[in-house]
């Protein structure tokens, strides 16, 4: 699925701390032993939890607008293309079928469109990621609460691997997307 998702950080990992100076210690940390740069790391706080922040905490947790811009357009015409192309091996194996042969074009527009349209529903899939909307919705309800979140965004699983191994020894709470 890397190839379909045009992020540089396809993966989230986040942790929760209770004090901002515990979230700001856990960060710099974190940065200095797995090697991220700071545009990976943001810091989310209460305020960023509001409603008249919400711009500011989408842009935190997912800096990458353009990397989902084209992992939308990139998933679709892929993932449409070859549901497609299954409707039709699928078609091209029911020709014997006295249904499909009778009426074989009727057959191919039907098989072709739903194969479309599950390869379809399939990158929308690709595209929201359910899994880093669980995680969204949960550390948003962290901040709320009045904790800090950091929020890490490796580009690699060796730094994926490396942040949540730094993240163990500050924080009984860390959080990994796909």
């Known amino acids: 699925m890397n190839w379909l998702v045009q ?53 935190k947790v997912q800096p990458e607008s353009r ?15 070859v549901g497609g192309l299954l409707g039709v091996i699928v078609w091209w194996a029911l020709m014997s079928h006295p249904l499909v042969a ?20 399939g990158a929308g899939l690709v595209t929201l990621r359910p899994d880093q909307s669980i995680l969204f919705v949960e550390l948003r309800s962290r901040l709320r609460a009045g904790q800090w979140g950091v929020i890490f965004h490796p580009i690699d699983a060796a730094q994926t691997e490396a942040v949540r191994n730094a993240l ?8 990994t997307t796909l």
Request: no cysteine.
């Open 168 to 175: 163990r020894v500050r924080s009984a709470e860390v959080h």
């Open 7 to 59: 992020e540089n950080s396809s993966t989230k990992v986040a942790s929760v701390f209770l004090t901002e100076a515990a979230a700001h210690e856990a960060a710099m940390g974190v940065m200095n032993s797995a090697g991220l740069s700071e545009s990976q790391v943001n810091i989310l706080g209460p305020a960023d939890a509001q409603r008249s922040r919400l711009d500011a905490f989408g842009e």
């Open 67 to 81: 990397g989902i811009l084209r992992t939308f357009v990139r998933s679709h015409l892929v993932l449409g293309a």
């Open 102 to 121: 009778s009426t074989p074009l009727m057959a191919l527009v039907a098989l072709a469109g739903f194969g479309v349209t599950f390869g379809m529903l």
